[in-house]
């Protein structure tokens, strides 16, 4: 039986001031185009991308992080038919930069994914950064998992502070996810270095891949997204056969542009059951659940 690969590619994405929608309209369809020029089947894009759309707003608007979350709801249905109508254009799967979603439940930090077949599905960030919580006023969201089914790959996605937790990698494991897709927002190394390692500690625990797509540079007319620090990364555990030190590939900090690697899903069998060590099979023994609340995990179709 043929090995089961995928191409993803993690774009690190540089905060640009736009001057109309077209010119973000634009450029998106340029990072899509580059993103699958060699046949990638998954495209990744960072936490709050999207925020450089604030920059269309009027000044005012573009220092007030209260009024700008407002004013970016009239522009979600744009938002998301751009990248519908490209997923499709390109024949891949996009996660798009995730978006502030005003909700009667609350202000969630969602992530979208497109699928060639038309199809949408989303992940709400669970944990809240102190930026998030007590500046933005973001809410954390309902305690649910999705695990997209791509038909050539089954993923999961833990957005920035959640990839610190093990507790939902270990649930998107369990039902089924192979690849942990990690997008981030972080201001220092600091930030930047600890979602990179837990990235790399849920590799290694669940004996998956994950791959970590960051924002960088500067914005100064925007107090949400003003300083930027990051790097792409592709990670495995650290196996036999997978790599030695499970660093798949590795980006330049601060450099624009995409990271690409091909995944092979059929060696992930091949080390939960005949690694060095059984990481994951071990794992099932620990009892997780978090308390007063229930987690709840769904199988998304995107084919």
């Known amino acids: 039986m043929a090995d089961r690969k995928i191409k993803v590619a993690a774009y690190q994405y540089t905060i640009v ?3 109309s ?3 973000w309209r634009e450029r998106m369809e340029g990072l899509v185009r ?3 020029a060699e046949g990638q089947h998954l495209l990744l894009f960072p936490e709050y991308g999207s925020m450089d759309l604030v920059s269309l707003f009027p000044k005012e608007i573009q220092q007030d992080i209260h009024t700008q979350l407002d004013e970016m709801q009239d522009l979600l249905s744009e938002f998301k038919g751009h990248f519908s109508d490209l997923a499709r254009k390109y024949g891949v799967i996009i996660v798009a930069p995730s978006f502030p979603v005003k909700e009667s439940a609350g202000l969630f930090n969602r992530i979208y994914v497109f699928s060639p077949s038309g199809k949408e599905g989303h992940q709400d960030k669970w944990w809240m950064t102190r930026f998030e919580q007590e500046d933005w006023g973001m809410s954390e969201a309902r305690k649910e998992l999705k695990v997209f089914d791509a038909g050539i790959c089954k993923f999961g996605i833990q957005n920035c502070y959640d990839i610190e937790f093990a507790i939902g990698s270990h649930y998107l494991t369990q039902a089924g996810a192979e690849v942990i897709l990690v997008p981030s927002c972080t201001e ?3 930030g930047a270095t600890r979602v990179h390692v837990g990235a790399r500690a849920r590799a290694m625990e669940f004996q998956c891949y994950t791959v970590v797509a960051q924002i960088i540079g500067e914005a100064q007319w925007s107090p949400a997204v003003d300083v930027n620090y990051g790097y792409p990364a592709i990670y495995s555990t650290p196996d036999r056969k997978v790599g030695k030190e499970g660093i798949m ?4 900090a601060q450099k624009p542009g995409w990271l690409s690697r091909e995944l092979n899903l059929s060696l992930l069998n091949y080390v939960r059951t005949e690694g060095q060590v059984l990481n994951y099979r071990d794992h099932q023994r620990l009892l997780m659940n978090l308390e007063g609340e229930d987690i709840e995990v769904m199988v998304v179709d995107m084919i």
């Open 249 to 252: 590939a590795i980006g330049e």
């Open 17 to 19: 001031y736009y001057h």
């Open 34 to 36: 580059e993103g699958c």
């Open 188 to 190: 220092t190394i600091r």
């Open 21 to 23: 929608l077209d010119e």
